[in-house]
């Protein structure tokens, strides 16, 4: 069950104001440039700003479009890595494994066959 049937949404939104879409002044777009470069998140920006993330990441893509130099998209929430425990391929014994792919325990990566290939 959806909590509002789907005519009700669209009646609503189309009686929805029109509202325009705050332009960017110079100050402010040179200021989003400076923050997003002295490497604030987008929603740290936005909030800086008083504009909402969706805008800034916009406008971010728009200043890139047109040529200007905006540092790498950063990830607003740090990515969790969840460390789970699996059995090694080589020896069979349980390590600590940071992601799907790390199948190879410390101890076989250091010391066994795969010494130097990887990390
Ligand atoms: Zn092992």
Redo the contacts with the bound molecule.
């Keep these: 069950m959806t909590p509002s049937p789907p005519a009700a949404t669209a009646r609503r939104v189309s009686r929805a104001p029109l509202t325009p879409t705050p332009s960017w002044s110079v100050p402010e777009t040179e200021r989003l440039i400076a923050l997003w470069n002295g490497g604030g998140t987008a929603a740290q920006v936005a909030a800086t700003l008083g504009k909402s993330v969706r805008a800034v990441e916009s406008k971010v893509r728009k200043l890139r479009v047109a040529g200007h130099r905006l540092s790498g998209r950063r990830q607003a929430v740090p990515r969790i890595t969840r460390v789970v425990t699996r059995r ?1 391929l ?4 349980p ?1 600590p494994s940071e992601h799907i792919g790390n199948r ?2 410390r ?2 990566l250091d010391d ?1 066959p795969f010494r130097g290939l990887v990390g």
């Design positions: 090694c080589h020896c069979g014994h390590f190879i325990c101890d076989c066994g």
